[in-house]
Structures are given as structure tokens and as C-alpha cells.
Nanobody, 119 residues
Framework: QVQLVESGGGLVQAGGSLRLSCAAS????????MAWFRQVIGKEAEFIAA????????NYAGTVKSRFTISGLNANNTVFLQMHSLKPEDTADYYCAARRSATYEDAYWGQGTQVTVSS
């Protein structure tokens, strides 16, 4: 099992910044990549960004590229999502995922952290 604990969500004004953290513990050697998703109630989860567990080039959704940066996976097994130039449409619950295969179908998920961007 892998446990994921997110933190860093909150309320911010449009144009502001937030940094989310996701700390992984347990059988981390099974993780292929770490990712962030977000979800608004009533809508499907949206992929935001991912980074290989062993390091490497991250990839981003077009809606957040150039505004969000995924990084981390240091000795503390923590991944960060730095968010800049936040917009009201970024308001959602943000989830950290640990992918252990080619898809996210059997990924481990965190409990989520809420981000609210006011206009």
C-alpha cells in the first residue's frame, strides 16, 4: 500500500498563487509516477500534471501549462504543485495520485485538498 497526504489548499484571489504538497509513504518503490488531478462536483476528474517517480520530464494539461509546475520527489517522497496566476475556473478539489502501472485505474489516491479562487 501507498499512503498519500495532500496539503496546501485554501482560498486565494484571482491572480494569486498556492502550493500544494503530497507526501507519499509506504511501498513507494511500486510507484511509476506521481500526478495531480482536480475535480469539480458534477464533472469528471481532470488531469493536471504528472512527473516520473525517478525524475524526468513532467507533462501538463494545456489548461495549466505555463501557470502550474509539478516538482519534488526528494528524499521526503513529496511532490509539489506550484500554481500561479490562478483563475476562478481553477477552483476544484485537487487530488494527488501515485500511478503504479500504465494507467491510473489502479492508482493510489490522496484524500484531496480544496482550492477556491475568488474573482
Amino acid at each position: 500500500q501507498v499512503q498519500l497526504v495532500e496539503s496546501g489548499g485554501g482560498l486565494v484571489q484571482a491572480g494569486g498563487s498556492l502550493r500544494l504538497s503530497c507526501a507519499a509513504s509506504g511501498r513507494t518503490f511500486t510507484i511509476h509516477a506521481m500526478a495531480w488531478f482536480r475535480q469539480v462536483i458534477g464533472k469528471e476528474a481532470e488531469f493536471i500534471a504528472a512527473i516520473p517517480w525517478s525524475g524526468g520530464t513532467p507533462n501538463y494539461a494545456g489548461t495549466v501549462k505555463s501557470r502550474f509546475t509539478i516538482s519534488g520527489l526528494n528524499a521526503n517522497n513529496t511532490v509539489f504543485l506550484q500554481m500561479h496566476s490562478l483563475k476562478p475556473e481553477d477552483t476544484a478539489d485537487y487530488y494527488c495520485a501515485a500511478r503504479r502501472s500504465a494507467t491510473y485505474e489502479d492508482a493510489y489516491w490522496g484524500q484531496g485538498t480544496q482550492v477556491t479562487v475568488s474573482s
